[in-house]
């Protein structure tokens, strides 16, 4: 069975064990997925398998998304995402939930980080700002001079200065489960999980295990 699966962040809450330890627990509402495609070697060079996650209504797809999952009977289905696999077990309509997981295992997950749109040097690379003293009044949060004289006589690309600060694919590894809920598609993971709540996520199994 593939391990992977498309969901939705919820939110964080705890979770106590039975020596009443508590654990951070982000919960998932993970599935059911779709298979919506099955690439293979022969035709598109990999092997892969296509998800299909949030029904919706089709007026939100365009009509290319459409098409693909009308010729095959599928639901209108906003998030797809491949999932790389060397085992081709399933075929176009088989559907994936939680149960692929169990308590106990490692997971990576990847998410879109907040946005914290555009950010100063400070608070974006942990700058320490520059003196208060000696009237620099409104050098405090300043970058400074990028050091640059003749040579080369320009600002290297890539050099730490202000800009747009998340937004970005994040990838948490080796998260635990700790809860499976099939009856209501959840999934708990100890520990925090990239994007906001309602941000869409992939888990797929740890490849450090």
Do not use: W
């Amino acid at each position: 069975m593939l391990k992977g699966l498309l969901g939705r962040k919820i939110g964080m809450t705890q979770i106590f064990d039975e020596q009443g330890v508590a654990s951070p627990v982000t919960i998932i509402e993970a599935g059911p997925c779709f298979v919506t495609q099955v690439r293979t070697p022969e035709t598109e060079g990999y092997s892969a398998i296509q998800l299909g996650f949030s029904e919706s209504h089709p007026k939100k797809l365009t009509g290319g998304e459409l098409g693909h999952l009308k010729a095959k009977d599928l639901p209108p289905l906003r998030v797809l995402r491949e999932f790389r696999t060397t085992e081709n077990d399933m075929k176009v309509g088989d559907k994936v939930t939680v149960e692929a997981f169990a308590v106990g295992e490692r997971v990576d997950v990847i998410g879109t980080s907040k946005g914290k749109g555009f950010a100063g040097v400070v608070k974006r690379h942990n700058f320490n700002g520059q003196p208060k003293t000696h009237g620099a009044s409104d050098r405090t949060r300043a970058p400074g001079s990028s050091g640059s004289g003749t040579t080369p006589g320009r600002v290297f690309r890539g050099k730490r200065r202000s800009g747009h600060m998340g937004s970005e694919r994040v990838t948490m590894q080796g998260l635990r489960v700790i809860l499976v809920d099939a009856e209501r598609n959840l999934i708990g993971l100890r520990g925090a999980v990239p994007g906001p709540k309602g941000g869409v996520v992939v888990i797929q199994e740890a490849r450090k295990q």
